[in-house]
């Protein structure tokens, strides 16, 4: 007995895994979802509902939020390059950088910032994510849709539960997690959870002959939950998140190669406090959730991306947010009627230091040689010298966000229709503070023997105050076996500011300053960018029409049907200015339409001793410009960037009750995935043709263990995950190649 104990503490010190779903875990059904805030079963949502419980996520080897677009239609999370470039698109919504089209929540809390999106995730027991605008309950950065996410809490369970598990894999992946959660009495219960992992990486770069994309990232979280009465339910966790990473393994189209000579590399701490409380009485139901968020990270890039040493970005935030959400479920006052009424507020604090500095290599072919261009067509034999071996353009902002809604749903049951309207309404107040600053030592030959000193500074303040009026009205007719439905709806991403073009504008506003200084007046390439105006962009709104349906015609099986059509305004898109320059910005520089139709089905069955799950989807996206002119090219009619025209998913498990003590159960499982085509450009003249991946898992399970040996990409398919275009070069991010690997699972 003794023997047996320590054996199992070792098992749990050593963080030996579970993702097996616990016999006496008290879960919601699957048929409740809970982000549409009205309860109605899943068969019956006005909306495309994908729902990924615990034995799914384990089948499909889901670790992270970006793995959950392998399995649902028009959603794809690509993998660009580091931790924070988490970028999403949802038919035909997204783009590379600022706010995102979805909303992400853990537990009842948002999320604040798209850069926690990409993390390793412990203990979950459900993922909902409902496809399509859910301003009208969610706010801003919800056109696309929502992601919940629920973990495990301590008084889901009756007794005792201790988790682990620990995996290695190609690259010398490591992952480990060990948790517990220990329901104390049948009031109060605690959970403890922790998680480390690393990676020797994939991409090697031919400068110094290293790994450039290899990390290590560790994690937990602590749970205290509690029912003080039979009213009440407090639920507070504390959760943290570290990172360290080689970051941006960008290869040259041409080449293949990766080839920096200045370190690329992204660090990120998250520190989240959160609590939420429940409250039910005479019928009505009370929500409250609250969090802090504070998020610190560092990034430094090698930013032409060559062996060349042109120029660096170091850029580093402090962030602080706060978020409160309170949602009121009425007693009906009537059976056909029901109603829900919402308050909610955030501010969000972000100091941000991002100097982009030029070497002696970029200061001679990107500031020299612009200026002399011109001064010597009049002056041939003359030019202007500057002497710093290197030049940091200083660049500190602060950015204010804070915002405030009310919202409210109505939903009416008459006979076999439904009715759901609501409205949201929104305002918000953003605002940015600038300081950016140069400081070069120059001399004009013509005029001067000695180099003299030059300040460059610019500083001010920029704000904004948006308001939004969200509505949503759905209509369905539901029978025993089917759910047909309609519905309307705004959604809008935030508006905001341009950080990343600051350097282009001192820049510009460094040469101006130094033709004035000689009395001699410059002529911009692209004027656009010497005023600092052009960093604001102003919130994109969409309307979104959706036709579906839901299938449930025999027990297991679930089939979804829809067809969409989306027209935004203002789209913000992402601006290069002309030639050899170092920023990139967003704008409201579009106008696009999206229209599509998504098919899944979900099946699982059991037969004697056998047992099995089939999960197939396809998605459909044409998604393009109406009116598109960034000062280069016209691209109406052209196909959006980085939103795939095609997803298909295929996922096959079967297994067999062996019912020996030696082994319970063994499954094999096959997933399929297929994407593209994905254009990189607006001029649609290069894309990424349509590939598909291949996974395969076979899981071994014991009583208390599981082993899984797994495989990804078992094809060995070449394909790039990103493209872009900087300082007239091409540069493509490649896709992970074949990897192996095995992992144990642990429940006790």
């Not at 959160?274 to 430094?300: N, P, T």
């Amino acid at each position: 007995m003794r023997i047996k104990v320590v054996f199992i503490w070792f098992l749990f010190c050593t963080s030996l895994p579970t993702v097996a779903e616990v016999a006496d875990t008290v879960l919601l059904p699957d048929v409740e979802v809970s982000v549409s805030r009205i309860a109605e079963p899943l068969t019956h949502q006005q909306m495309q509902v994908s729902v990924v419980d615990a034995h799914l996520m384990d089948v499909a080897q889901i670790q992270a939020p970006k793995d959950l677009a392998s399995l649902v239609p028009n959603v794809h999370m690509p993998d660009y390059g580091a931790a924070m470039t988490s970028s999403i698109y949802i038919r035909g919504l997204g783009s590379r950088i600022n706010d995102p089209v979805l909303t992400m929540v853990i537990d009842g809390v948002p999320l604040l910032d798209k850069n926690m999106y990409d993390h390793t995730m412990q203990d979950v027991k459900r993922i909902e994510l409902l496809r399509g605008p859910q301003g009208s309950m969610y706010g801003r950065n919800s056109p696309g849709g929502v992601m919940e996410i629920r973990t495990f809490q301590p008084l889901d369970f009756t007794s005792q539960l201790i988790r682990g598990m620990v995996g290695y894999g190609t690259a010398n992946d490591v992952q480990a997690q060990a948790s517990v959660y220990r329901p104390e009495t049948r009031s109060f219960g605690w959970g403890l959870a922790v998680r480390y992992h690393r990676t020797d990486g994939f991409y090697t770069n031919a400068f110094d002959g290293k790994r450039i994309d290899r990390g290590q990232q560790a994690g937990g979280r602590l749970v205290l939950d509690s029912r003080p009465t039979d009213e009440w339910r407090l639920t507070g966790t504390v959760s943290f998140d570290w990172l360290e990473q080689g970051a941006f393994p960008y290869a040259d189209a041409e080449t293949g190669r990766i080839d920096f000579n200045r370190p690329s590399e992204y660090g990120r701490l998250v520190l989240m406090p959160s609590i939420r409380a429940e409250y039910k009485h005479d019928g009505y139901r009370l929500l409250l959730s609250g969090s802090y968020q504070f998020m610190r990270d560092d990034m430094r890039m090698d930013q032409d991306y060559t062996r060349a040493d042109i120029f660096t970005l170091n850029q580093k935030q402090h962030q602080h947010s706060a978020s409160l959400d309170a949602l009121l479920y009425a007693p009906k006052p009537c059976k056909w009627y029901e109603w829900t009424v919402g308050l909610n507020g955030f501010c969000k604090s972000n100091t941000m230091q991002a100097p982009v500095t030029f070497m002696r290599e970029g200061i001679e072919t990107l500031i020299l040689a612009n200026a002399n261009r011109g001064i010597q067509t009049v002056f041939p034999s003359d030019s202007i010298e500057i002497s710093n071996a290197s030049l940091p353009i200083y660049s500190d902002f602060a950015f204010f966000n804070a915002g405030a809604a009310v919202y409210h749903q109505s939903h009416f049951r008459l006979g076999n229709w439904h009715i759901n309207a609501g409205v949201r309404l929104d305002i918000e107040h953003t605002r940015m503070r600038y300081l950016s600053t140069a400081d070069i030592s120059y001399r004009f030959t013509m005029l001067m023997t000695d180099y003299q000193a030059l300040h460059t500074e610019m500083r001010g303040v920029q704000s904004a105050n948006y308001f939004q009026v969200l509505p949503r009205l759905a209509v369905s007719y539901n029978t025993w076996w089917a759910t047909f439905y309609a519905y309307a709806a705004k959604g809008y991403r935030a508006g905001g500011y341009n950080p990343q073009i600051f350097s282009t504008i001192t820049q510009n506003q460094v040469m101006n300053n130094l033709a004035a200084d000689m009395g001699m007046h410059l002529k911009m390439t692209d004027a656009r960018f010497s005023d600092v105006a052009i960093t604001k962009y102003r919130p994109e709104t969409d309307w979104t029409f959706e036709l579906g349906a839901h299938f449930t015609p025999v027990d297991g099986l679930k089939i979804d049907l829809d067809a969409f059509y989306i027209l935004c305004e203002d789209k913000q898109v992402t601006v290069f200015p002309n030639g050899k320059t170092t920023g990139r910005m967003m704008a409201n520089a579009a106008r696009a339409r999206s229209w599509g139709t998504e098919v899944a089905l979900q099946y699982r069955w059991t037969c004697s001793r056998w047992f099995g799950l089939l999960n197939l989807s396809y998605g459909f996206t044409d998604a393009r410009f109406i009116d598109f002119n960034d000062g280069i090219g016209d691209y109406a009619g052209k196909f959006i960037p980085y939103a795939p025209q095609h997803t298909a998913h295929g996922l096959v498990m079967a297994g067999y009750s062996v019912g020996h003590k030696a082994l319970n159960t063994i499954s094999l499982s096959l997933k399929g995935e297929g994407i593209g085509r994905i254009y990189w450009k607006e001029q649609n003249d290069c894309w990424q043709p349509f590939y598909g991946l291949l996974a395969a898992t076979l899981t071994l399970d014991w009583n208390y263990v599981q082993l899984q040996l797994w495989g990804r990409n078992l094809t060995a398919t070449k394909y790039d995950v990103f493209y872009f275009r900087s300082m007239d070069n091409d540069f493509l991010q490649r896709g992970r190649p074949r990897e192996w690997g095995a992992t144990i699972h642990i429940n006790i």
